[in-house]
């Protein structure tokens, strides 16, 4: 069955430090892999994408993802935290094997302490 | 360009009534999905429209039903109002070709 799993409800981290909020997901085809994040009150903003190409991906505010195919992993990171990264992030995966469906992961909620 | 607009921001509705709600997407974007938030169950996906087609289902009950308009204008409805319903619904637009999202504010409905 098509999932999508962010294994920490919440992730703590000093500011400064780097951070990374891990999404691995399971499809039935090519995935297309996207992060959101969601600031308290608001709606959700795109901040990258993995459709093809390098498995590197760069995205808004710094944030960069990994697209590892054997751990069907597309973990999110950024060298340094700053606290205004503190926020609700959502992993979600397109399965473009079947019927093209949107799927989300929990979130996980990142707290940066200064 | 302008952004996902979604009416009404808030909204408080008495249980067993009906609402509507309505979503613009950005201009040039075909694709409407829409989402419930809620804080237990986290964003659940409600229904996904493209060229006035629903192309995908989530998993809730007959009560809810959307459609999209030739202007991509979406609309969703919730016949029969719960308490459980009681959530931020999301509206997004994409370009055709499945790429990313970009989310309105959403509507608060709180049901009472």
């Known amino acids: 069955a098509q999932s999508v799993a962010q294994p920490e409800d919440q992730v703590n981290v000093a500011e400064g430090n780097p951070l990374t909020v891990k999404c691995t997901y399971s499809?039935?085809?090519?995935?297309?892999l996207f992060w959101y994040v969601q600031y308290p009150n608001r709606g959700l903003q795109f901040l990258l994408k993995y459709i093809t190409g390098d498995n590197l991906v760069k995205g808004s505010y710094g944030f960069e993802a990994e697209f590892n195919k054997s751990q069907t992993s597309f973990h999110l990171k950024k060298p340094s935290a700053l606290v205004s990264d503190s926020a609700l992030y959502f992993c979600a995966v397109r399965d473009m094997g079947s019927n093209y469906q949107l799927i989300w992961g929990a979130g996980t909620k990142l707290i940066i302490k200064p | 360009k302008a952004g996902v607009t979604q009416t009404p921001r808030y909204l408080i509705k008495t249980r067993g009534q009906q609402v509507t709600l309505s979503c613009s997407p950005i201009?040039?974007?075909?694709?409407v999905s829409w989402y419930q938030q809620t804080p237990g169950q986290g964003l659940q996906f409600l229904f996904e429209y493209f060229s006035e087609t629903q192309r995908n289902k989530g998993n809730f009950p007959g009560r809810f039903s959307g459609r999209q308009f030739s202007n991509s204008r979406s609309e969703m409805n919730v016949s029969t109002l719960e308490l459980g319903d009681s959530a931020l619904y999301l509206c997004?637009?994409?370009?055709?070709?499945?790429?990313?999202?970009?989310f309105g504010p959403g509507t608060r409905l709180t049901v009472t």
């Open positions: 499809v039935s085809g090519n995935p297309y």
């Open positions: 997004a637009s994409s370009l055709p070709g499945f790429y990313e999202q970009y």
């Open positions: 201009s040039g974007h075909r694709s």
